[in-house]
């Protein structure tokens, strides 16, 4: 295996006493830009990419040369051309293509909303500045540019949807980002004037009536490189930012000596593995601009959300990969037949020692780790049996099925199925592909360092991009003592991604097989403290939108997390084990926390779940025993001033050991 890099600057974040207090710089003090000084602009719009630019110099970044630039309307220049805004605008780091991003965010000039310019330039007066910045920034250096490349976001918008109710905001942006090189070395500078930064995000398109904002990402991605001879493999990136504070502090602090000045080397002739920040003593501005209270997290990739949500997510194609349909399209089911989503599910007898509970038995108010059934259960057939003096018909109680389901008799009662075009366990049907959201309530007490925390009775609320399995979830309220030690309970949202997760061949997510009426219970333990969480999360069916209602009860106890820390979590993969009116996993992951106090800190946590559902088992099945989760991306954030709870996870479920790959 290639091992890839992944940096953020933040290791040198020292007290704010011993830190330089200067001016940031003024929008007329950053490199000059314009149609006077013959740059050309981009044409207006949501999603537009500029003409290839030719360079008449090659360029390094990273490790390869680059004679191609092009500049996109979304805060970001690549060395290639690029794809579609909605394979990239709402996802972190690394990009499957090449980015120097100075602000990826969803921004839009339409109508006059802002300008974009950009030039190349062999300016002695421009290059001998570049120069200087350099020197700043790396003065053991040798480092004299031969060209420079400018583009200039200036007072850009994000996009917004304009309604009766609400009116465009006003807020826009200026922001430039300078690449000087010669024929060994590239620097780039990023720079944000002092009034250049009034929107920190921006909201995915799929949601924006759900109100998620995803922070703006800063930083550098070297895109896909080639592996071995016919494969490729996410390359080194950079991330500056990692979430909505640290972006807020872009032009109140610095590395290279101004406020809002950023300075990095980000390509050479010479062995180069990863972006370099510059040396230089970080600096904030006077007191006057207030400094927020943040540090710069050492997060490898940062994502979306706002009033609810804000921040999150991840994209990822392969352009040497097939596409798979986003679809379900199951053929009609006939008396012998039974379906669930593609698949159905195998005649398995429940494991020992199965925490079984017959939906929809509310959870336990003391948060209790067992439930008990007390019907006539049948196990030596594996199949949970309802005694019942009357054989259950169609005839009878077809009003049991979907409005988008067809209902079919069997020898001993009867099923339903979702009509071609939906997907759902055939109680519960939804259109293939559309957006799916999640309502819902959480409480519980929460134990920190041995003191309880009441959650009282707070909201959460998802927000799912069914076709490529993206979940957000956004709980308000969270009380501080609180935000920060969930951050790494992230299985609380991982059960959206995986009743969504996107379906590769011959697979089905989780809401195809228990439909919107369910009962999630897991144990979480963290080590090496041995504290331990209970969640046990409800779906109480749909509402009259179609929209998931979820409760969720938290009870036990979390290791304790410094405040204005950061939280990651590598991907992973999860195997599920399926048995009739029951799902099970375990598995182990690990985590990172990085803080001021004790720099980066490594966990692990164990968690183990199980998913009871009403299964019918009139039908008979076929052989679904085990499925592969696999949680490509997962950024998790506590922002202290809206007291939101965040959790991004992307998610694809799959065959085990499958090897496929989705293009998105």
């Given at each position: 295996?290639?091992?890839?890099?992944?940096?953020?600057?933040?290791?040198?974040?020292?007290?704010?006493?011993?830190?330089?207090?200067?001016?940031?710089?003024?929008?007329?003090?950053?490199?000059?830009?314009?149609?006077?000084?013959?740059?050309?602009?981009?044409?207006?719009?949501?999603?537009?990419?500029?003409?290839?630019?030719?360079?008449?110099?090659?360029?390094?970044?990273?490790?390869?040369?680059?004679?191609?630039?092009?500049?996109?309307?979304?805060?970001?220049?690549?060395?290639?051309?690029?794809?579609?805004?909605?394979?990239?605008?709402?996802?972190?780091?690394?990009?499957?293509?090449?980015?120097?991003?100075?602000?990826?965010?969803?921004?839009?000039?339409?109508?006059?909303?802002?300008?974009?310019?950009?030039?190349?330039t062999e300016s002695p007066v421009v290059l001998k500045r570049a120069e200087a910045d350099v020197k700043r920034g790396f003065p053991d250096a040798t480092f004299t540019p031969s060209h420079a490349f400018i583009a200039t976001w200036e007072n850009v918008s994000a996009y917004e949807e304009e309604t009766r109710s609400a009116s465009l905001s006003g807020r826009v942006n200026t922001f430039q980002v300078v690449l000087a090189y010669n024929e060994k070395d590239t620097y780039a500078l990023f720079l944000y004037p002092e009034d250049g930064l009034q929107f920190f995000g921006t909201r995915p398109k799929e949601s924006y009536n759900v109100e998620i904002e995803l922070p703006a990402r800063v930083g550098f991605s070297r895109g896909e490189v080639s592996y071995l001879i016919f494969s490729r493999t996410e390359g080194p990136y950079y991330s500056v930012t990692s979430n909505e504070q640290s972006i807020k502090n872009l032009y109140q602090m610095g590395n290279q000596g101004e406020p809002g000045v950023w300075l990095f080397h980000v390509g050479s002739r010479y062995s180069f593995q990863n972006v370099v920040p510059a040396k230089k003593e970080e600096v904030i501005l006077n007191p006057g601009s207030p400094i927020l209270d943040a540090m710069f997290p050492d997060e490898e990739y940062s994502d979306p959300d706002e009033d609810e949500y804000d921040s999150i997510d991840p994209e990822f194609q392969d352009s040497t990969t097939t596409e798979f349909p986003l679809a379900h399209s199951p053929p009609q089911p006939t008396p012998g037949e039974v379906q669930q989503g593609h698949l159905t599910l195998a005649h398995r007898p429940l494991p020992k020692h199965a925490i079984l509970q017959v939906y929809p038995n509310p959870p336990n108010p003391s948060g209790g780790e067992v439930f008990s059934v007390e019907e006539n259960l049948d196990f030596d057939s594996g199949v949970i049996h309802y005694s019942t003096d009357n054989k259950e018909t169609c005839e009878r109680f077809q009003q049991q099925c979907s409005q988008s389901a067809q209902c079919t008799d069997y020898s001993t009662g009867f099923c339903c199925h979702c009509n071609p075009g939906f997907y759902g366990n055939g109680r519960h049907c939804l259109p293939n592909g559309a957006p799916q959201r999640v309502n819902g309530k959480v409480r519980g007490t929460v134990h920190v360092g041995g003191s309880p925390v009441d959650l009282g009775n707070i909201d959460l609320h998802a927000y799912i991009v069914v076709g490529d399995g993206r979940a957000y979830t956004a709980i308000s309220e969270v009380p501080e003592s609180a935000g920060w030690v969930l951050m790494p309970v992230a299985p609380i949202g991982a059960l959206f991604g995986w009743l969504f997760a996107l379906e590769l061949p011959n697979s089905v997510n989780g809401f195809s097989i228990t439909g919107a009426e369910f009962t999630r219970h897991a144990i979480v333990t963290f080590y090496p403290g041995n504290q331990r969480l209970s969640i046990i999360q409800t779906g109480t069916g749909l509402d009259n939108q179609n929209y998931l209602n979820v409760d969720t009860l938290l009870q036990g106890s979390v290791p304790p997390i410094s405040p204005g820390a950061t939280v990651q979590i590598e991907p992973f993969k999860d195997i599920y084990h399926y048995y009739p009116s029951l799902i099970t996993s375990t598995s182990v992951r690990e985590f990172k926390v990085v803080s001021a106090e004790n720099g980066a800190e490594t966990f692990t946590f164990q968690i183990k779940q199980n998913i009871t559902y009403k299964d019918c088992s009139h039908g008979p099945r076929s052989q679904l025993e085990t499925q592969e989760l696999r949680i490509e991306r997962v950024f998790v954030m506590y922002v202290k001033e809206e007291r939101i709870l965040r959790y991004a996870i992307t998610n694809k479920i799959g065959q085990l050991g499958s090897k496929s790959r989705w293009i998105y």
């Open positions: 295996m290639i091992s890839v890099s992944s940096h953020c600057w933040c290791d040198r974040f020292q007290q704010q006493q011993a830190q330089q207090q200067q001016q940031g710089i003024d929008r007329h003090s950053i490199y000059p830009y314009g149609l006077f000084h013959g740059d050309v602009t981009l044409q207006e719009g949501d999603d537009e990419t500029s003409k290839v630019i030719t360079l008449t110099r090659p360029m390094y970044f990273y490790e390869a040369t680059f004679t191609k630039l092009y500049v996109a309307t979304n805060g970001i220049i690549s060395t290639q051309d690029l794809p579609m805004e909605k394979q990239y605008v709402d996802d972190g780091f690394p990009t499957d293509f090449p980015v120097i991003a100075p602000f990826l965010a969803d921004i839009d000039t339409s109508k006059g909303r802002g300008s974009i310019f950009y030039r190349q």
